[in-house]
């Protein structure tokens, strides 16, 4: 067995869960299918259910029930059994012929005590017993129709998305974002008979939405579980406020607590708010090709932290739009293929340049092993060298076969050198330099009207200028490098231009792009769940100018959209691009 780590982390929660699915219909929510995704592959669990068919569903409302011929289902959740959850197992069941029904959820059982009101000394007079579990085994029974088929609750900690040995995400908590300004409002608003609060830095626990505390307790408990899988006992240090309470959390946390008393080893866990550093997300500084391959090429379905990959390339089909959608895509994840998890790995810790070198001598090495008959070049390497290369595999089905995922990795590579937005990485990284001399030698108000000029309705713009996305971006990075700058007229006065013209862009833009729809989604919603500051110049304005023109913010398809903090923060500043460790 190898060395514990995150991968075996996941693994180990994994193999248990294939324990459970032989001839069964399994149900997976998002974050568990992207944690398979990226920790052993749907392949694997597919072998453990076997039979022809395939028994992969999403765990949703409109999700098909089992048939006559189902009588097993696996359900393996990220969040708590508790409320819209349990609504919609409730309803899958009742509409299925399941006699056998396994429930697995990543939440230990100690946060459902919690999540029950239970207080810490009945919770502790309960350890080794797990009520919850047993009561919705009881009402999995109920529902299948016959208190004698079996249901069985239990927990396994499918926390991580293990992108690489030592970097892994968690898919679970894409939505769980450090606290901004505005909040410290909305809480004191909750504080009728208290004292208000000043700063974030008065910001404890004791005043977060119960809501806010059990996802921070969701991710303290699965950090925990790592804790213990490592074999260590922690010692948590926290930069931000918010980093501040989930380090807290896992100081205090019961079942830590205990861990750590038998625990051999030593870790030190450091929490960053991401706020203390959105110029780093949003910047165009990085020399490393993954970041750039997250950037441009479009996310993955129902993924954080993947994206799709063209293939059309290696089929006889025309590389035209409308053959995009009849071939399935590739990934970057490769959790069953070792020489593409090789390279992926060398993508993550190398600089453009080598990584590029890299991909192609995998690509060579791959080629010259099935007798493909490659001509090796030197020199400089092209989008079109690495195509080359690329096609050699493509009417050959055992070479194919045997070398996907790196075909995979390959084709993400040519289409992000090609891509539009790359050869705009530059001019990115230009103007941000340009904006670091000029907020260093004028004021913040000089450095708005520099961006004036750029912003561009969509009929004068040509492909060199900046989108209404790309200009959300530059926002952004002025103002997470600047920090909260002091309030004067000059200011004021240039503020108000950028938002008009802001506005007047968003306005005339025949289409609203998926983001911007999200953007325009929640001028309804509280301040709170706009990214500051990249969108503060887009409310106020946004709502007199729809109400002026007569013009819908959002289409009727958008408006359903659930609206996170990090969803906007990740789309318009890229925060999920995957950083690569330095080293």
Not at 273 to 281: F, Q, S
Not at 529 to 550: E, M
């Amino acid at each position: 067995m190898s060395a514990p780590g995150v991968q075996s982390f996941t693994q180990q929660g994994w193999d248990q869960v294939l324990t459970k699915v032989k001839r069964a219909l399994v149900y997976l929510d998002a974050a568990c299918a992207e944690s398979l995704h990226w920790g052993c592959g749907s392949t694997r669990l597919l072998e453990a259910v076997g039979g022809p068919a395939c028994h992969l569903r999403e765990f949703e409302p409109a999700a098909v029930g089992g048939g006559a011929k189902q009588p097993k289902a696996v359900f393996v959740l990220s969040s708590l059994l508790k409320g819209r959850t349990v609504e919609i197992l409730r309803n899958i069941i009742c509409r299925s012929h399941f006699q056998y029904c396994v429930v697995v959820t990543a939440v230990n059982h100690a946060v459902h005590l919690t999540a029950n009101h239970v207080s810490a000394a009945a919770a502790a007079e309960l350890e080794g017993q797990q009520p919850v579990f047993e009561q919705l085994e009881e009402k999995l029974c109920e529902w299948m129709g016959n208190m004698n088929y079996t249901a069985e609750v239990l927990h396994i900690p499918l926390l991580l998305a293990p992108a690489a040995p030592h970097l892994a995400l968690t898919p679970a908590f894409a939505s769980l974002f450090p606290l901004l300004p505005q909040d410290v409002h909305l809480l004191n608003s909750a504080r009728l008979d208290k004292r208000k609060l000043g700063s974030l830095g008065e910001v404890d626990a004791s005043v977060l939405p119960p809501e806010l505390l059990l996802q921070i307790r969701c991710l303290v408990s699965g950090l925990s579980s790592l804790c213990e899988h490592l074999g260590v006992r922690e010692e948590c240090f926290a930069v931000g406020p918010f980093s501040r309470i989930i380090a807290a959390d896992l100081a205090n946390y019961a079942p830590a607590k205990n861990r750590r008393k038998t625990s051999a080893g030593r870790a030190s866990v450091v929490f960053v708010d991401r706020t203390l550093d959105l110029a780093g997300a949003v910047g165009h500084h990085g020399d490393n090709l993954v970041e750039k391959i997250i950037s441009v090429l479009p996310q993955l379905p129902g993924h954080t932290n993947d994206v799709m990959v063209n293939m059309v390339e290696l089929t006889s089909l025309q590389n035209e739009e409308e053959n995009q959608n009849m071939v399935a895509p590739g990934c970057l994840a490769q959790s069953n293929d070792a020489a593409a998890r090789a390279l992926w790995e060398a993508l993550l810790n190398t600089k453009h340049k080598e990584a590029v070198m890299e991909v192609r001598r995998h690509l060579v090495e791959a080629a010259s092993r099935e007798n493909l008959p490659i001509k090796m070049s030197m020199g400089r390497v092209t989008p079109g060298q690495l195509m080359s290369y690329i096609q050699l595999f493509k009417n050959n089905r055992k070479a194919l076969a045997n070398h996907c995922g790196l075909l995979q990795l390959g084709l993400a590579t040519v289409q992000t050198l090609k891509h539009p937005q790359t050869a705009k990485w530059d001019n990115f990284l230009a103007f941000e330099r340009l904006l670091l001399q000029s907020i260093g030698a004028s004021t913040m108000s000089g450095v708005l009207h520099q961006l004036l000029p750029l912003i561009k309705p969509s009929d004068q713009r040509t492909s060199d200028d900046y989108s209404p996305e790309e200009l959300l971006i530059l926002l952004t990075y002025i103002y997470s490098v600047t920090g909260e700058p002091a309030e004067d007229k000059a200011l004021a006065a240039a503020e108000g231009k950028v938002k008009r013209a802001l506005a007047q862009v968003f306005c005339e833009e025949s289409k609203l792009s998926p983001l911007l729809q999200k953007v325009t989604d929640i001028i309804s919603r509280p301040l709170h769940l706009v990214p500051y500051p990249a969108c503060w110049c887009l409310l106020s304005c946004w709502t007199d100018r729809c109400i002026c023109s007569g013009r819908e913010p959002t289409t009727s398809a958008q408006s359903r959209l659930t609206v996170r903090v990090t969803q906007h923060s990740r789309d318009a500043c890229r925060s999920a691009r995957l950083h690569p460790p330095s080293r």
